[in-house]
DNA sequence: TTCCATGTTCCGCA
DNA sequence: TTGCGGAACATGGA
């Protein structure tokens, strides 16, 4: 289930699992997860080596693995798993590691959209894949956000899924955000004024920090706010939630 | 059996 | 040029 709450939560675990540990065995399970990497330059280039950090942005995960960064995306089924006793290896798991002292972290997808994989600097993938500014950036503030909205059009559900405006909100998050924010998804970004953006950039960074789910993701439901009828629509080519009474 | 799914990318069209 | 719909990827759950 990870946006950008969920794999700030996996970088968490993997940082207090899974550093400082010597990489023993790299066990890739199915291929199809390492997209171009190669499996045997994979599992020759992190053999030995150690994780030493870990980077967060957006949905991404980078760890540092001594000269070579570890890439971890995590689709929409992705999670990880750290256990001592094999038995608790996850039923998908697709890459597994073994560390030398007895413990193991998997990389579990069951529906293999995740990627695992190496690249040789997060600035420069960051930069070729587009990604935009992450909102737990203490640097990135509201003003900028108004900028950048400001360069766009069209649906204001499609921009904050945009991981080229902002990098890390997904389906849930930005219906989250929307609803807290009282708009409709569907409100274009050139009719928004700047009051109701730069409400959208608090709200948006209130969630991701704390990720609280109040909209109900079923049609006909009750407006825990107001009262009011939840619909669902597709907008931006997704499923969306959200409240036809008080979201204008 | 059919529909749906918290993600990303690519193609074609407007 | 931008945005969007639809499809594709792969798989299980309701």
Not at 82 to 111: C, I, N, Q, T, W
């Amino acid at each position: 289930m990870p946006e950008l709450p969920e794999v700030e939560t996996y970088g968490r675990y993997f940082a207090r699992h899974a550093l400082k540990r010597r990489i023993e065995r790299v066990d890739v399970r199915d291929e199809r997860i390492l997209g171009e990497t190669r499996k045997d330059a994979f599992v020759r280039r992190l053999r030995g080596r150690t994780f030493t950090r870990v980077r967060r942005h957006g949905k991404h995960l980078f760890i540092d693995a001594e000269g070579v960064w570890l890439h971890l995306h995590f689709g929409m089924t992705g999670d990880l798993a750290f256990y001592r006793d094999v038995r608790k290896e996850p039923r998908f798991a697709r890459v597994v590691f073994d560390f030398d002292d007895g413990s193991h972290l998997a990389f579990e997808d069951m529906r293999l959209f995740g990627v695992v994989d190496l690249i040789d600097d997060p600035d420069a993938f960051i930069a070729a894949h587009r990604l935009g500014r992450d909102p737990l950036d203490s640097k990135f503030g509201a003003d900028d956000f108004r900028e950048l909205v400001r360069k766009r059009r069209g649906a204001i559900k499609a921009q904050l899924m945009s991981q080229a405006l902002v990098a890390g909100l997904g389906n849930l998050y930005v219906d989250e955000t929307l609803y807290e924010t009282g708009i409709n998804p569907k409100r274009s970004v050139e009719k928004l004024k700047d009051a109701e953006v730069r409400a959208v950039f608090e709200t948006m960074r209130k969630i991701v920090r704390k990720p609280d789910r109040r909209l109900p993701r079923e049609q006909g439901e009750r407006c825990p706010k107001c009262g009011g009828t939840i619909k669902r629509a597709v907008v931006a080519g997704r499923t969306t939630y959200f409240c036809a009474q008080h979201q204008k």
